[in-house]
């Protein structure tokens, strides 16, 4: 079965500054999907940023970026000119390839998740 | 409006009694699930759904019923609540590949449930 660890259950970032938060995860797949969701105060799990394991490049959304090391199955979110609405809870996800029917294969496996403060 | 919904956002029950939870997704979406959010734990999958009459156990699912009748519906019965079943209930819905944004699964705003 596969799992995902965050190691680091709380961060803090001056605003402006650049973060980075912590991801591993263990598979046997070779081809799968991660994820990094922000979930703010108001619960709402919005997606920040996904890759797919088959892409050698990095994926970038704007401030935010991923380091993706396949064969050291770790997978981190740095954030850039970190900004007040940034703070929130930070999970990582795994997903396998999607199925059409059945198996548990297609849900998301969390991460415990990593709450980042932004000090203004 | 397009999107999933989730009914009711708060609830508040007693030990033994019966509740139920409801998601709706207007995307039409062939996959659904259910997650509870505790403190230190992350999300977890409680059931899924692959398509209507289709659904299967994830990680935590004793204490939970669901059913699927319809494409757009995916409510999950809690039969007899117990506290430890208080937590945050999240409903969310993804595509089939080859749909539009496939891989990207959707959530619901959240129903937070305590049980007393």
């Known amino acids: 079965a596969q799992t995902v660890t965050q190691s680091q259950p709380e961060m803090s970032v001056q605003e402006a500054e650049t973060v980075t938060l912590s991801c591993t995860y263990d598979?046997?797949?070779?081809?799968?999907?991660l994820f990094w969701y922000k979930q703010p105060p108001s619960r709402q799990m919005i997606l920040v940023i996904r890759?797919?394991?088959?892409?050698?490049q990095n994926a970038t959304e704007n401030r935010f970026s991923v380091n993706f090391q396949k064969a050291a199955k770790s997978f981190s979110l740095k954030i850039s000119d970190s900004q007040l609405g940034d703070a929130a809870m930070y999970f990582c996800?795994?997903?396998?390839?999607?199925?059409?029917?059945?198996?548990?294969?297609?849900?998301?496996?969390f991460g415990k998740g990593t709450k980042l403060s932004v000090k203004p | 409006d397009a999107g999933i919904t989730q009914s009711p956002r708060y609830k508040i029950t007693e030990t033994g009694r019966q509740v139920t939870l409801m998601c709706h997704q207007t995307?039409?979406?062939?996959?659904m699930f259910w997650y509870r959010q505790d403190l230190g734990h992350g999300l977890r999958l409680i059931y899924y759904?692959?398509?209507?009459?289709?659904?299967d156990k994830g990680e935590v699912p004793d204490g939970y019923v669901v059913s699927r009748s319809k494409t757009e519906n995916f409510p999950l019965t809690l039969e007899s609540a117990t506290r430890s079943q208080t937590s945050v209930y999240f409903c969310?819905?993804?595509?089939?590949?080859?749909?539009?944004?496939?891989?990207?699964?959707?959530f619901g705003p959240g129903t937070r449930l305590t049980v007393l």
């Open positions: 598979t046997s797949e070779s081809d799968y999907y």
């Open positions: 996800a795994y997903r396998s390839p999607q199925m059409v029917y059945g198996g548990s294969q297609g849900n998301l496996i």
């Open positions: 759904s692959a398509a209507a009459d289709i659904t």
């Open positions: 890759q797919e394991a088959y892409k050698q």
């Open positions: 969310a819905s993804r595509g089939l590949a080859g749909g539009v944004k496939p891989n990207e699964q959707f």
């Open positions: 995307w039409s979406h062939s996959y």
